[in-house]
Structure formats: C-alpha cells, structure tokens
C-alpha cells in the first residue's frame, strides 16, 4: 500500500476560509436558510478544496468543514443555528468527496 501524502494546514485553512465565505454570501443572496443556497456554497467549497489540495482532498474539506462549524454556528447563521452548521460541514466534507472522486476517474 503506497504511503499517503500529509495533509497540509494550507488546505485545511483554504476549506475553512471557503466554507464560511460561500455560506455568507449565499446567505446574503438568497432569502435565508431556506432556500437552500449555503448548502450548495458548503458543496462548491468542499469542489474547490479538493481541486486545490489534490490528493486527500476530502480529508481537508472534513477537517476545514468542521472547523468552520462553530464559527458559522455563532457568527454567521442567524438564531445560534447548530444544526445547519453541523449540515454546512457535513455538505463541505461531501463536496470534497465528490471532487475527490471526479480526480481519480478523470485518470
């Protein structure tokens, strides 16, 4: 089994940054949590996170996802929203995967 490569804090902190960034804005844009725009920025964060990091992408958009949890939790989402930032992380870590994916089938 070949050895993995480390995960680097830059992408770690660029899915962080990515995840709270498209939430914001789809916040803004859209008419709140119910139109379901931040959880599709949750989704294209976790894309762009595995697009930028490469390999183990997903692993990043997990780690970023969930750090930015309680940042969107308590700063962002209007009502102290809990669960739909846990959601927001969970959508960011599935983005991730799906880019991962995408990765090794254009192979």
Known sequence: MPALPPLH???IIFAFAVNLLLVTLA????????S??????????GLATALYVGKR????????????TPVLALFVLPGNNWNFAVLAGAFCTMGGILGEF??????
Do not use: T
Not at 57 to 68: D, K, P, T, V, Y
Not at 102 to 107: E, L, S, T, V
């Open 9 to 11: 804090p830059a992408g």
């Open 27 to 34: 916040l803004l844009v859209g008419s709140g949590l119910l």
């Open 36 to 45: 379901g725009l931040p959880l599709v920025g949750s989704i294209l964060a």
């Open 57 to 68: 992408g997903a692993i990043h958009a997990l780690l970023g996802g969930l750090l930015s």
């Open 102 to 107: 995408r990765q090794r089938h254009a192979k």
